[in-house]
Nanobody, 123 residues
Framework: QVQLVESGGGLVQAGDSLRVSCAASGRTFSSYTMGWFRQAPGKEREFVARIKWSGGSTYYADSVKGRFTISRDNAKNTVYLQMNSLKPEDTAVYYC????????????????WGQGTQVTVSS
């Protein structure tokens, strides 16, 4: 019902900023929750941030709170993750996901996923 396409990843230096985007298409619902997850080499995929499409309620992992901002543009059907003060430990493949009925941090409960975009932060 939902297709997600990510973009905006790249190579940056520590302290830099980067914004990744997730364009949604297909059958969507106002109750959907959009989330960002990331997976570093040798580690399991972890929750980063999520936003409820309706109302815009946000929630962040402790590791990114205060540095990252998730937002959405209703007209563009796009979700963004603004990443500031990037650290080498932020290096990972960042995935966009959507959930019809869940708004938490458990990745297995998200129904749809993008292809991922690589973010690399050098020191």
């Amino acid at each position: 019902q939902v297709q997600l396409v990510e973009s905006g990843g790249g190579l940056v230096q520590a302290g830099d900023s980067l914004r990744v985007s997730c364009a949604a298409s297909g059958r969507t619902f106002s109750s959907y929750t959009m989330g960002w997850f990331r997976q570093a080499p040798g580690k399991e995929r972890e929750f980063v941030a999520r936003i409820k499409w309706s109302g815009g309620s946000t929630y962040y992992a402790d590791s990114v709170k205060g540095r990252f901002t998730i937002s959405r543009d209703n007209a563009k059907n796009t979700v963004y993750l603004q990443m500031n003060s990037l650290k080498p430990e932020d290096t990972a493949v960042y995935y966009c996901a959507a959930s019809e009925f869940y708004s938490g941090t458990i990745l297995s409960l998200y129904n749809y996923w993008g292809q991922g975009t690589q973010v690399t932060v050098s020191s």
